[in-house]
Nanobody, 126 residues
Framework: QVQLVESGGGSVQAGGSLRLSCAAS??????MGWFRQAPGKEREGVAV????????SYADSVKGRFTLSQDNAKNTVYLQMNSLKPEDTAMYYC?????????????????????WGQGTQVTVSS
């Protein structure tokens, strides 16, 4: 059974940085990454990692600012978020699923996720 536990959320001023962590236990799927959901909006894919190759893809809204990485020894993935903007404010959810990973960045891509973390809140003030 896969369990995903997120940490690292918090409040930060615009332009600041946060690093989210997702520790996985049990079976790890080919794709791991992050979604986010702001109040009144649909859950959207932010970043996804193909774990076997270490390749990453990002939503256009975060490209160049967010970096997804993994620590294989710890079965942990990280989302380094730099140059944060108020529009990044959302609940962030770690996710695990099956290839093809790129589908996560398509609207409605969350339907392909097999396991979800509980979420960690990120708030960016202007």
């Amino acid at each position: 059974q896969v369990q995903l536990v997120e940490s690292g959320g918090g409040s930060v001023q615009a332009g600041g940085s946060l690093r989210l962590s997702c520790a996985a236990s049990g079976y790890t799927y080919s794709c791991m990454g992050w979604f986010r959901q702001a109040p009144g909006k649909e859950r959207e894919g932010v970043a996804v990692l193909y774990t076997a190759a270490g390749s990453t893809s990002y939503a256009d809204s975060v490209k160049g600012r967010f970096t997804l990485s993994q620590d294989n020894a710890k079965n942990t993935v990280y989302l380094q978020m730099n140059s944060l903007k108020p529009e990044d404010t959302a609940m962030y959810y770690c996710a695990a699923g099956a290839w093809p990973c790129g589908r996560w960045l398509i609207p409605g891509g969350g339907s392909s996720v097999r396991h979800w973390g509980q979420g960690t809140q990120v708030t960016v003030s202007s």
